[in-house]
């Protein structure tokens, strides 16, 4: 009996075009406020409450995965969550284009010379958006943990995370608490419920997984000789990005120093251009990784500009891209053993209690200064598990209402 490979195709998920995986990752690309962990809600109630693209527990087997590799992991669950839709490369190509194209094209219009938005109101937008992660982290936690931490064991997997996420801090101890939750889930949950049927249908095959990882580990080591030995400028800068997103555990934030050793002391972009260029890639929708296009833009030796941009945001984010397409094809035929499916039990109840953890800090202690913005939040969190409304529309309401507060006054 051999083992089911690229021709099975049990629990295959319904296909849409990869115009459709586009639009539908557009219009998160547009309203996906809040970093990445905000993402991930956003994700969790479009892609699997609304739309049922995957269930709960294959959405967080596939948030745990991309969190154990490099680079952005909200990017990179899009992207499978593309190709599964999709059917192929096309349609994980699409949903990174609609979800990351949005931000980048504005950070780079920014960078080119558009105006800032400066004083009181733009600043009170800026913290309501802040508060859109509140409620939008706040609803994927509740929702998360109603279905994936629904007995003591995994309640008490979660809790640890939490403690471990807290007190080691940064993505190592992101990390450690999945590696942890993954092994006492061996111990503890060995009783979770049936196994998954068949495979999630991500159509990757092990051929091209193989062909995807030794792509990565070649232009890692080959991008540093070829730069050495040309000294083109244009080389320079893919290498330095392609690094930076090959190096980085937990994305979003991890990337900012790594980036700015790279790109600041070599006189490239100002510290200055850098700081204010952090700034605004926390103000736009869509993945932090988008910053890149705006430190290509900016800087001073050519390629810069349009040219600069697209450089080095197809160079920071192709080496998570290529990890993640290459882990898959074998992830999805380990996920499938008993042993491996206690581990994931773990895993995901662990994932539950990193974004508990998350909840508080950055995204409750950065937004919620104030009884007002506990109100607020509070009213959109209400909005969207009780209301079921829309998250664009919690954006918007929250955005206004952020608005309104510096005219209001205290």
């Known amino acids: 009996m051999t083992a089911p490979d690229d021709a099975e195709t049990a629990a295959q998920p319904s296909r849409a075009s990869p115009a459709e995986v586009a639009w539908v990752f557009l219009k998160l690309g547009l309203t996906s406020f809040g970093g990445p962990i905000a993402h991930l809600g956003y ?17 967080a087997d596939l948030v ?51 105006g800032v938005l400066a ?25 998360m943990a109603r279905s994936l931490t629904p007995d003591r064991e995994r309640a008490a997997i979660a809790l640890a995370a939490v403690a471990v996420a807290v007190f080691a801090g940064g993505s190592l101890g992101q990390i450690g608490a999945i ?14 419920g049936p196994a998954p049927a068949g495979r999630l249908g991500l159509p990757v095959s092990r051929r091209g997984g193989a062909i995807a990882l030794a792509l990565f580990a070649a232009i890692f080591l080959a991008a540093p ?15 330095a990005f392609y690094r930076s997103g090959a190096l980085v555990f937990g994305g979003g934030h991890v990337v900012l120093p790594l980036l700015q050793a790279e790109v600041v002391p070599p006189g490239w972009v100002s510290n200055a251009a850098f700081l204010e260029g952090y700034g605004l890639a926390q103000a736009v929708p869509g993945p932090l990784f988008t910053f890149a296009a705006w430190l290509g833009a900016m800087m001073g030796p050519a390629p810069n500009g349009v040219a600069g941009a697209a450089v080095a945001l197809a160079a920071i984010f192709l080496p998570g891209l290529l990890l993640l397409y290459g882990a898959l094809p074998f992830w999805d035929a380990l996920r499938r053993r008993p042993g491996a499916q206690s581990a994931m039990r773990g895993a995901n109840a662990a994932v539950v209690g990193i974004l508990g953890a998350a909840l508080y800090s950055p995204v409750w ?10 109100a607020l939040a509070l009213a959109g969190f209400l909005a969207l598990t009780v209301w079921k409304a829309p998250p664009w529309t919690v954006v918007l309401g929250l955005a206004a209402a952020g608005a309104a507060l510096p005219l209001i006054g205290p």
């Open 119 to 143: 004083g009181p109101v733009a600043e009170g937008v800026l913290h309501g958006l802040k508060l859109v992660a509140v409620a939008v982290v706040a609803q994927a936690v509740w929702g």
């Open 225 to 239: 000789a070829l730069t050495a030995a040309t000294g083109s400028q244009g080389l320079a800068l893919f290498d």
């Open 43 to 59: 994700f969790r109630d479009e892609l699997v409450a609304r739309r049922k693209w995957i269930d709960e527990a294959g959405y």
């Open 179 to 192: 590696a942890l939750g993954a092994v006492a889930g061996l111990r503890l949950c060995r009783d979770g």
């Open 365 to 374: 202690t950065s937004a919620v200064l104030a009884p007002s913005d506990f």
């Open 64 to 114: 745990a995965l991309c969190q154990f590799l490099p680079g952005p992991a909200s990017s990179q669950v899009g992207f499978a969550l593309g190709l599964l839709r999709g059917g192929g490369l096309l349609g994980g190509l699409a949903a990174w284009c609609g979800f990351t194209l949005p931000s980048a094209g504005l950070l780079c219009l920014l960078a080119l010379g558009a």
